[in-house]
Nanobody, 115 residues
Framework: QVQLVESGGGLVQPGGSLRLSCAAS????????MNWYRQAPGKQRELVAG???????KYADSVKGRFTISRDNGKNTVYLEMNSLKPEDTAVYYC?????????WGQGTQVTVSS
């Protein structure tokens, strides 16, 4: 069985920071590409950031320069460092693992950016 467990979400003021973690089990973590998606109420789920097995990264234009994705294969964990947070970043953030046609999702963690 595969499990992805996100943590680190919460309430933060605009301009603040949060670090999300996603711990994976049941997969050969090092060969999977890892992604963070988010979904705000009434909006489609969107790709926020991704990191390949070779550590190449990609980001949505809306978060470039503010968010950083990283991975620790020894801990089977992917991270999303979020800085300079804006109210528009408010969403449920989901961890995703993909290898060819194999893909898995975490349950999500709520991030709320508000005064």
């Amino acid at each position: 069985q595969v499990q992805l467990v996100e943590s680190g979400g919460g309430l933060v003021q605009p301009g603040g920071s949060l670090r999300l973690s996603c711990a994976a089990s049941g997969i050969t973590f090092s060969i999977y590409g890892m992604n963070w998606y988010r979904q705000a109420p009434g909006k489609q789920r969107e790709l926020v950031a991704g990191i390949s097995s070779g550590a190449a990264t990609k980001y949505a234009d809306s978060v470039k320069g503010r968010f950083t994705i990283s991975r620790d294969n020894g801990k089977n964990t992917v991270y999303l460092e979020m800085n300079s947070l804006k109210p528009e970043d408010t969403a449920v953030y989901y961890c995703n693992a993909v290898w060819y046609v194999n893909y898995y999702w975490g349950q999500g963690t709520q991030v709320t950016v508000s005064s």
